[in-house]
């Protein structure tokens, strides 16, 4: 079964922590990126990397961290610098430039 | 700055109706543009792209029209049902680079009964 998974589904935070949302994907993907969306707004990039030990800010990175160590995994870090964390966070994935991105499910992040 | 706007934000339509979202784009560089349906609680999934040389491309009950010189396209859902009940998503990619990834605001449709 091919697919993109992202744990947790829930993560809770409290301020001053640093979390880490899992992103992983065995569809033999590129590219890997992560969004963020806000009530009411579209999908906005934080990170995006199209090959391993590479990645790029997207518009919103400030406060976030990546890495991508393996092809499959693209962990994004929330770190204490990120003012306003609380949001649904969306990892996606896709096979080269502007080719269809595979969304995963989905982590809902709160901070407490 | 909203390179892509998208309208309505909200749609209610009956069952069996015609729904139509609107997007129109600024940056004449997109060369894809998608269209995510996405459910509560779930990531969003694609439900139909066009590439600007073609007008319209219909899949099913979903037809993308497209207006390269106005640089609008549209989403109609024809005979519109409750299941079709969703938030949807515009998009439009540049395949020379991902700085240009930009989505709609996002619009949720309710198909009532």
């Known amino acids: 079964d091919g697919g993109i998974t992202q744990s947790p589904k829930y993560l809770f935070r409290k301020e001053g922590q640093n979390v880490t949302l899992s992103c992983e994907q065995n569809l033999n993907h590129d590219a890997m990126y992560w969004y963020r969306q806000d009530p009411g707004q579209g999908l906005r990039l934080i990170y995006y990397?199209?090959?391993?030990?590479?990645?790029q800010k997207g518009d919103i990175a400030e406060g976030y961290s990546v890495s991508r160590e393996k092809k499959e995994s693209f962990p994004l870090t929330v770190t204490s610098a990120q003012k306003n964390p609380t949001a649904f966070y969306l990892c996606?994935?896709?096979?080269?430039?502007?080719?269809?991105?595979?969304f995963g499910p989905g982590t809902r992040l709160t901070v407490l | 700055q909203q390179q892509v706007k998208q309208s309505p934000q909200s749609l209610i339509v009956q069952k069996g109706g015609i729904s139509i979202i609107n997007c129109a784009y600024e940056?004449?560089?997109?060369?894809?543009f998608p269209w995510y349906q996405q459910f509560p609680g779930k990531g969003p999934a694609l439900l139909i792209a066009?590439?600007?040389?073609?007008s319209e491309k219909k899949e099913g009950r979903f037809t993308i029209s497209f207006n390269k010189s106005a640089k609008q396209f549209s989403l109609h859902i024809m005979d519109s049902q409750p299941g079709d009940s969703a938030t949807y998503f515009c998009a439009a990619f540049y395949s020379g680079g991902y700085q240009k990834v930009t989505f709609g605001i996002g619009t949720k449709l309710q198909v009532i009964p």
């Open positions: 996606a994935s896709s096979i080269g430039r502007a080719n269809e991105q595979f």
């Open positions: 990397s199209q090959i391993v030990n590479d990645f």
């Open positions: 940056n004449t560089a997109f060369d894809y």
């Open positions: 066009i590439r600007p040389d073609v």
